[in-house]
């Protein structure tokens, strides 16, 4: 069993930045990919970054150079690092973990951004 905790997520005013931590646990070995995800209200969920086991990045066109994804494979830690927050960024995130073709998901973390 794969267990994600999110934490980071809040209001922030347009231009700010915020970062977002995902700590996993349980039965985690060489997962194929793991990342972040959101969902806007009224939308649906959608890939924001990931970072491949071999170290690829991808991430959505929206939030290509704003946004960084990175891991700490010795703590099981994932991180969002997010600048230049704009309102359209309004949205829970939720981190996933891929192993072996099977989605793990968080329950989410809620950012606000909004004067």
């Known amino acids: 069993q794969v267990q994600l905790r999110e934490s980071g997520g809040g209001l922030v005013q347009p231009g700010g930045s915020l970062r977002l931590s995902c700590a996993a646990s349980?039965?985690?070995?060489?997962?194929?990919?793991v990342g972040w995800y959101r969902q806007a209200p009224g939308k649906q969920r959608e890939l924001v970054a990931t970072?491949?086991?071999?170290?690829?990045?991808s991430y959505a066109d929206s939030v290509k150079g704003r946004f960084a994804v990175s891991r700490d494979n010795g703590e099981n830690l994932i991180y969002l690092q997010m600048n230049s927050l704009q309102p359209e960024d309004t949205a829970v995130y939720y981190c996933?973990?891929?192993?072996?073709?099977?989605?793990?998901w968080g329950k989410g973390t809620l950012v606000t951004v909004s004067l």
């Open positions: 996933n973990i891929n192993i072996s073709g099977q989605d793990y």
């Open positions: 970072v491949t086991n071999g170290g690829s990045l």
């Open positions: 349980g039965s985690i070995f060489r997962p194929n990919a």
